[in-house]
Structures are given as structure tokens and as C-alpha cells.
């Protein structure tokens, strides 16, 4: 079972980047389709972007239409490591941001199709 922790988040300005990373432990990270999903005050937490690896394929990427283009999700097997940088943020990017894990065969875009949680990162844009 694999635990996760997110850090990177914080206060920035409209234009400006972040990098998010989630350190993760306890598992076989290799194995685990890779998601970051977000949520701001009384909205529903929403999908962001998930990365699966195989090792006849690589690394296969997926976007929120909202993030494409803006961010980029990528993940480093060797250090147990997933990344998210996040460019040009706009003020409507402001949530607590949460990395997780699935040992589905796929991505999915629903937060319940992943059983392992960070406990969140703030990122806040102001305008």
C-alpha cells in the first residue's frame, strides 16, 4: 500500500509557475496509474491530470481540457516521485491540490477510482 505526500504549493501571482511534487512510499510506484485532482472552497474535488507507465510503452499522459497546454504531469520511477508544473496559472487555479494512486488499468477522471490520498498542497493565485 502506498502512502503519499505532496509539497509545493504556495501563494503566487497570476502568469507565474509552480512545480508540485508527490513523494511516494510503501508500494511499488511503478505500478500505480498517477492522478492529481483538485479542490476549491465548495466545489467538488475535480481531475487535473494522471500519468500511467508500462514498460512496453512508457509514460501515457492525460489533461483536464481546463490544464491543457498549461500544465504537465510527468513522474520519476527510479525516485518515487510525481510531478506536476503547473505555468501561466490564472487565479481560477487556486485549490488544495491532492495527488493519488490507482492499481486500475487505466486513468481515470473520477477522484472514487483512486484508493490512495496525499493529504493536499495550497496553491493560491492572486490576480
Known amino acids: 500500500q502506498v502512502q503519499l505526500a505532496e509539497s509545493g504549493g504556495g501563494l503566487v501571482q497570476a502568469g507565474d509557475s509552480l512545480r508540485l511534487s508527490c513523494a511516494a512510499s510503501?508500494?511499488?510506484?511503478?505500478?500505480?496509474?498517477m492522478g492529481w485532482f483538485r479542490q476549491a472552497p465548495g466545489k467538488e474535488r475535480e481531475f487535473v491530470a494522471a500519468?500511467?507507465?508500462?514498460?512496453?510503452?512508457?509514460?501515457?499522459?492525460y489533461y483536464a481540457d481546463f490544464v491543457k497546454g498549461r500544465f504537465a504531469i510527468s513522474r520519476d520511477n527510479a525516485r518515487n516521485t510525481l510531478f506536476l508544473q503547473m505555468n501561466s496559472l490564472k487565479p481560477e487555479d487556486t485549490a488544495v491540490y491532492y495527488c493519488?494512486?490507482?492499481?486500475?488499468?487505466?486513468?481515470?477522471?473520477?477522484?472514487?477510482?483512486?484508493?490512495?490520498w496525499g493529504q493536499g498542497t495550497q496553491v493560491t493565485v492572486s490576480s
Open positions: 500519468i500511467m507507465w508500462r514498460r512496453w510503452s512508457g509514460d501515457s499522459t
Open positions: 510503501g508500494g511499488t510506484f511503478s505500478n500505480y496509474v
Open positions: 493519488a494512486g490507482s492499481l486500475g488499468l487505466r486513468p481515470d477522471h473520477s477522484p472514487n477510482e483512486y484508493a490512495y
